[in-house]
């Protein structure tokens, strides 16, 4: 009879679901996030910043801001909770601004927030904006911070447009420019402008999304990515026509 001594070795997975990292709570309870090769930071809304060992998933640190208050603040979810941007925007009602506007008017604060590669967080920007209380916004912003874009979706049924406005800062405050129309292209799902140069704004034409990192073929179509930009543009292999655009959570 042969007999064997076994050791049970047990191998850490690296996670790729965030969300089971040890001691974590729901997504929407963080307001900003940085992952590196090891570690994964997340700002909460008890005010810590929380550092989790990527390979084993175990919460490492907990370190408390004392010089702000996050709580009430809330993620802009359809466009900063993915790997775009390396900095996410921040809001809450600015109730003393509300209480002196009209009855169709609201201001919000924001705040535009970011967690360096060591855990530090950054306030990039602070100001107080003018919301109509039928509409949702969504703020975007070059990566000097020096123009903005406003995305203003009417949820009004009765009345539903989309306007794009784009502002230029001036100090604390932002200076209206222009209305924006038609020049960008949104994808529709996720809200990304995809045919923006993220440094200065400008509209990028769809010919000069260019160059691609890689390409691949699938059922007849070639489908080239450029981890730049976040963008994979779709063509048809035989005609060489593009189908389309997706937009894809890379870091800009």
Known sequence: MLTYNLE???????????IGFIGMAERTYYLTYKKT?????????DNFINQW?????????????????????????DVYDRDWFTFSVITKPHVEASLN????????EVKVVELSEKGFLTEHLSFVHPKKRDQDLHLYFSK????????????????????YNLYKRSGNSWDFQQTLDESIA????????FNLNQETFDTVLKHESIPYDTFKIE???????????????VYNAETGKQEGFVALQYKL
């Open 186 to 193: 949104w994808h529709q799902k996720t809200l990304y402008p």
């Open 53 to 77: 060992d990527v390979q084993t998933g175990r919460l490492l640190h907990k370190t408390r801001i004392a010089n702000s208050d996050y709580s009430l603040f809330e993620m802009d979810r």
């Open 219 to 233: 059922d007849n179509r070639i489908k080239a990515l450029n981890n730049q930009d976040g963008i994979e543009i």
């Open 8 to 18: 049970v070795v047990v191998l850490p997975v690296a996670h790729r679901n965030t």
């Open 101 to 108: 506007a009209n009855v169709s008017q609201q201001y919000i």
């Open 144 to 163: 000097d911070f020096s123009k903005m874009i406003e995305l203003v979706v009417s949820t009004d049924k009765k009345q539903s447009f989309t306007t």
């Open 37 to 45: 090769a090891d570690y994964f930071f997340a700002l909460d809304k």
